[in-house]
C-alpha cells in the first residue's frame, strides 16, 4: 500500500509537534507494508527527495506565506503526480493551502484527514476561508481527532459525525536517543537535581507568560526548552520580573532534550488557548514517567494527563492555579512520583506509535475498500489496487 502526507513542512525543514507525528506515523506504519511519501514545503534550494528513516520526502518550493499559510504553485502539479502513484493520500489539517490544492490537483484517490487542530486565532480570515473548508472536509473520506476529548469540543467536527473517529498520536520510546551519561552529568551540573520542564516551540498559546507569573517570587527552578515568535518577549519579562530561577536553554539536538526528559522532576505545560490540541512535548514527559500540570482547554492535553492521576490540571490563564499545582507537586515527592508512574503506565496502555499505526492502517484498508466498492461514474478514474504487504 502507498500513502502520500502532504502537510506545509516537515523533516528537515521544520520540528515541530506534528513533523514528529508524521514521522511516527510513517515509520510505524511502514514497519506494516506501508510506503509513505511525505509532500512538503521549503525554502531550502536543494530540493531533491530525501529518504528519511524508511519513507520519503518530497519537497517543492515555498512561494510566499499570508497568515502562516504557505503557498506553492508547484505544489499543484507535484500533489497531482504523486497522487496518482498513491493509493491513500492523507491530509494533515489545518492549512488552507492544502484545501485548495486537494482541488486544484483534481485529487481523485481515497482521502484521510488527521484534523490535528481547529483554527483559533485567524477569526476574519477564517470567515473568507469558510467555504472552502467545509468542500474539502465534506469530500474526503475519514476525518481522524486524536482525543475523544477535541472530538467532542471541535464545532467543526460536529458537522460530521458520519466520518469522524479518535486515533490519538503515539510515541516510539525506541526512536529517541538513549541518555548520554556525560550530557545528564552536564545539565545535572547547570540546573541542579530537581526541576520542572518544558519543552515546545515558544509560541502565543503555550502560556509561558503564565508560567512566569505563577514562579515569581518562588524558589522553584524552571527549565524553557525550546525557540519561537514569543521568545525575545519571554526573556524581557523574565528579566524585568528578576526572575533568577528561570533558565531558557533554546533550542537542543534529541540528546540534551533526552536528557533533560530524563532528569526533569515535572513537567510545566501551560499552553491556555485550544490551539494546543494535544501536546506531543507533554506526552514525552509521560513516556518519560514525569508528573504533569497543564490546562483544561478542551483538547487532548486532559486526555494525556488525567486530574488527580498523572497530574494536575488547573484552570488557564491562573498563575495562582498554576502556582498552586507546581507546590503541590514539589512538598509532595512521594506523590509526585506515583503519578509519573501511572504517566507512564497510562503511555504504554494507549499512546504508543504501534497502536497509533496499527489503526491507521486498518483506516487506510478501509477507505479503499470503500472506494472500490463504490459505484463509478461515467469517465471517473480507476480505484488503485491495494497493495497488501508480503
Not at 482547554?297 to 507546581?326: C, F, H, K, Q
Amino acid at each position: 500500500m502507498r500513502v502520500l502526507h502532504f502537510y506545509k513542512t516537515y523533516y528537515p525543514d521544520s520540528v515541530g509537534g506534528i513533523e514528529q507525528v508524521i514521522r511516527q506515523m510513517c515509520v510505524g506504519t511502514g514497519r506494516l507494508g506501508v510506503t509513505n511519501t511525505v509532500l512538503s514545503l521549503s525554502r531550502d534550494k536543494n530540493l531533491r527527495p530525501i529518504e528519511f528513516e524508511g519513507h520519503s520526502v518530497q519537497r517543492v518550493p515555498l512561494d510566499f506565506e499570508v497568515a502562516s499559510n504557505g503557498f506553492s504553485l508547484a505544489a499543484f502539479g507535484t500533489l497531482a503526480r504523486l497522487a496518482r502513484e498513491a493509493d491513500v493520500v492523507h491530509y494533515h489539517f489545518p492549512w488552507p493551502f492544502m484545501d485548495l490544492a486537494h482541488f486544484v490537483a483534481r485529487v481523485r484517490k481515497p482521502a484521510v484527514v488527521s484534523y490535528h487542530s481547529d483554527i483559533v486565532r485567524q477569526k476574519k480570515l477564517l470567515r473568507l476561508y469558510q467555504p472552502l473548508k467545509q468542500r474539502f472536509l465534506g469530500s474526503v473520506d475519514a476525518i481522524v481527532a486524536a482525543s475523544p476529548n477535541y472530538l467532542a469540543s471541535s464545532p467543526v467536527l460536529a458537522r460530521y459525525p458520519d466520518k469522524t473517529r479518535v486515533i490519538t498520536y503515539g510515541l516510539d520510546q525506541d526512536s529517541y536517543p538513549q541518555p548520554d551519561p556525560t550530557r545528564l552529568a552536564y545539565w545535572r551540573d547547570r540546573v541542579g537535581p530537581k526541576f520542572f520542564l518544558f519543552v515546545g516551540v515558544l509560541r502565543y498559546y503555550k502560556g509561558l507568560h503564565v508560567l512566569l507569573d505563577a514562579v515569581a517570587g518562588t524558589d522553584y527552578p524552571v527549565v524553557i526548552l525550546g525557540a519561537g515568535p514569543e521568545e525575545a518577549a519571554l526573556k524581557a519579562q523574565a528579566a524585568r520580573m528578576g526572575l533568577n530561577n528561570v533558565l531558557f536553554v533554546g533550542a537542543v539536538d534529541e540528546d540534551d532534550k533526552v536528557a533533560l526528559l530524563t532528569l526533569a522532576y515535572a513537567m510545566a505545560f501551560p499552553s491556555h488557548l485550544r490551539s494546543e490540541a494535544f501536546g506531543i512535548s507533554l506526552l514525552e514527559g509521560a513516556m518519560y514517567g514525569k508528573p504533569m500540570i497543564s490546562c483544561e482547554i478542551g483538547t487532548g492535553t486532559s486526555y494525556i494527563n488525567l486530574d488527580g492521576e498523572t497530574g494536575l490540571v488547573v484552570a488557564p490563564d491562573n498563575a495562582v492555579a498554576l502556582r498552586a499545582a507546581m507546590r503541590t507537586l514539589w512538598d509532595d515527592p512521594e506523590r509526585a512520583c506515583a503519578m509519573g508512574r501511572r504517566a507512564a503506565q497510562r503511555f504504554e496502555e494507549v499512546f504508543t506509535a504501534r497502536q497509533m499505526a496499527a489503526s491507521y492502517t486498518a483506516l487506510y484498508h478501509e477507505v479503499i475498500a470503500k472506494h472500490a466498492s463504490a459505484p463509478q461514474a461515467p469517465g471517473a478514474p480507476i480505484v488503485p489496487t491495494v497493495h497488501t504487504p508480503e
